[in-house]
């Protein structure tokens, strides 16, 4: 029952700045981790940022400098801002969270419906 809502996606120009928000809603009793993955046109998803509940980070080489990944625990949120975009950064972009669903499990991946983000002049 948990779901995870998307919003922020659309068209930028290079160089450009964007801000992906996705929100857990539902009945959740644990958030893990929540993460961002794109897909671009021809080529597979890829795990682009990660974060804990505990605040540990990681970064795809090919957006590091350049995005950072935040979260909210309170209102199980996690954030994207992508600035210094590139052509390249097109693609699909997909929410993930690890969590449990309730005290006695099972700990489960929930995958967002992705949004899209162009840029492009």
């Known amino acids: 029952q948990v779901q995870l809502v998307e919003s922020g996606g659309g068209l930028v120009q290079p160089g450009g700045s964007l801000r992906l928000s996705c929100a857990a809603s539902g009945s959740i009793f644990s958030i893990y981790a929540m993460y961002w993955y794109r897909q671009a046109p021809g080529k597979e998803r890829e795990q682009v940022a990660g974060?804990?509940?505990?605040?540990?980070?990681d970064y795809a080489d090919s957006v590091k400098g350049r995005f950072a990944i935040s979260r909210d625990n309170a209102k199980n949120t996690v954030y994207l801002q992508m600035n210094s975009l590139k052509p390249e950064d097109t693609a699909v972009y997909y929410c993930?969270?690890?969590?449990?669903?309730?005290?006695?499990?099972?700990?489960?991946?929930?995958w967002g419906k992705g949004t899209l983000v162009t840029v492009s002049s």
């Open positions: 993930k969270v690890w969590g449990r669903p309730s005290p006695s499990g099972p700990d489960m991946y929930y």
């Open positions: 974060i804990t509940q505990g605040g540990s980070t």
